[in-house]
Every structure is written in C-alpha cells, then in structure tokens.
C-alpha cells in the first residue's frame, strides 16, 4: 500500500488544521493506522492510532482531548482533525500503516512522506 499525507500548513496558535492519509491499494481497509511527527532534532514520536475496524484509537497523552483519528475505507483515508494547535506540535507529521496495536514506529510498514505543520504564537 501506498500512503500519501497531506493537509499541513501554518497556522496561528489555537487554531485547526485536519490531515488526510489517502491510500492506494484495496487492502487499505485491513490496515492499523498510525499518525507520527517529527519536530527538528527530535526523534519521530507517536501521535495516534486507529484499527481497521475504525475502533478503538489511541491516542499520545500530550494530544488528547484537541486531536481526533478517524477513518473512512471506503475513500480510503485516515484523517486526523487537529484543533487547539500549539507551538509545540509544529511538526513533518507521517501517516503508516501496519498489522499491529502500536504506538512504536518499527510496528508500521509503510508509510507517507510527511506533511508540515507549523504553528505560529
């Protein structure tokens, strides 16, 4: 599968922005779904998770309650809805896939190229 994230930007903070991860390939749907970022200088960290089924999710502690994952297979894509943006969550954001219940980047097999977020204060 093939994965392509788009939907980044700059924003001002507490502000929204909503990320797509469209997928090539008719077993998107059999798919886990991840979110990672990657600030400069930072290791990739997790952000949010969603099975296949749509449920359950999973989320990182630091975007509960302003980040929401969700999916719909038959587009096949992922979103992630960003609302209440910080500073902090400026980020190249990665979408990945994989067959595992994981928050750990080595769990996801394939993944898109990133999309930029920068939040401005």
């Known amino acids: 599968v093939q994965l392509q994230a788009s939907g980044g930007g700059l924003v001002q903070a507490g502000g929204s922005l909503r990320l797509s991860c469209a997928a090539s390939?008719?077993?998107?749907?059999?798919?886990?779904t991840g979110w990672f970022r990657q600030a400069p200088g930072k290791e990739r960290e997790f952000v949010a998770m969603?099975?296949?089924?749509?449920?359950?999710?999973n989320y990182a502690a630091f975007v509960k309650g302003r980040f929401t994952v969700s999916r719909d297979n038959a587009k096949n894509t992922v979103y992630l809805q960003m609302n209440s943006l910080k500073p902090e969550d400026t980020a190249v954001y990665y979408c990945?896939?994989?067959?595992?219940?994981?928050?750990?980047?080595?769990?996801?097999?394939?993944w898109g190229q990133g999309t930029l977020v920068t939040v401005s204060s």
């Open positions: 990945a896939v994989g067959g595992s219940y994981s928050d750990r980047p080595g769990d996801f097999g394939a």
């Open positions: 969603i099975t296949w089924s749509g449920q359950p999710t």
């Open positions: 390939g008719r077993t998107f749907g059999n798919y886990n």
